[in-house]
């Protein structure tokens, strides 16, 4: 089983990967915990390159869609498909709906286009489960400065790229209803894992 964590920035994702992924494996499950962009020598090289340029703002937004794609093909091709294919359970941080809902609906790149490089990188690989950490884009932002974050910094721009990528989420979750749960995140963390562990386990345990 697939299963995805997806979220605007800020949503606390991050740190609810670890305990959640205690908990399946305590629930009996082998699992293998990965990230995008990054979760193989080569992914954490491409995303070295994706982070150091768009610091610089250097790099051209096709070039970075396409480096989110190199990342993502490797993480398939190395880790997601062979440890599906020996039974193992993945659970990755962010995964090609972080493309259509950045790339896509925040920086309004085509979606036929996105979802057409995607389908190349992954070779049509979706995940089982998605779970959607739902924020609104001032709180999660806030709580991104609370971590180090530089909040203050973000101007009316970013805000408004903020909230099309929220909406974004909210859209990709309605097409999907079979594979999409969202999730509350502008909560308590330990209530917000409860929720997770509930969802996660209820899949695992109906398959
Ligand atoms: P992270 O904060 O979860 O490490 O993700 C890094 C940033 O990269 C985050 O702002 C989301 C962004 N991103 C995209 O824009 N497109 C993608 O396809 C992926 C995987 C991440």
Redesign the pocket.
């Known amino acids: 089983m697939f299963i995805t964590l997806e979220g605007p920035?800020g949503s606390g994702?991050?740190s609810q990967m670890q305990p959640l992924a205690e908990a399946i494996r305590a629930a009996g499950y082998d699992l293998v915990v990965t990230?995008?962009?990054g979760g193989t020598p080569i992914g954490d090289e491409v995303r070295q390159v994706?982070m150091d340029l768009n610091h610089k703002g250097q790099m051209h937004p096709t070039t970075e869609i396409l480096l989110?794609q190199a990342s993502?093909a490797q993480l398939v091709n190395e880790v997601i498909r062979p440890a599906l294919a020996a039974g193992v359970v993945v659970l990755c941080?962010?995964?090609?709906d972080?493309?259509l809902a950045?790339?896509g609906y925040?920086h309004q790149t085509d979606l036929a286009t996105l979802r057409r490089i995607v389908e190349f990188a992954t070779g049509g690989l979706t995940p089982d489960l998605t779970l959607l950490l739902d924020i609104d884009v001032e709180a999660g932002l806030r709580r991104r400065a609370e971590d180090g974050g530089q909040w203050n910094r973000m101007d009316a721009y970013q805000l408004e790229f903020h909230r099309r990528v929220r909406a974004g989420y909210h859209e990709l979750a309605a097409q999907e209803p079979a594979r999409w749960v969202t999730v509350d995140a502008d909560r308590d963390p330990a209530a917000i894992q409860a929720d997770l562990q509930r969802i996660v386990l209820e899949r695992l345990q109906g398959r």
Request: aromatic share 16%.
């Open positions: 920035d994702k991050t990230r995008e962009p994706i989110f993502r941080d962010r995964y090609a972080s493309t950045y790339q925040g």
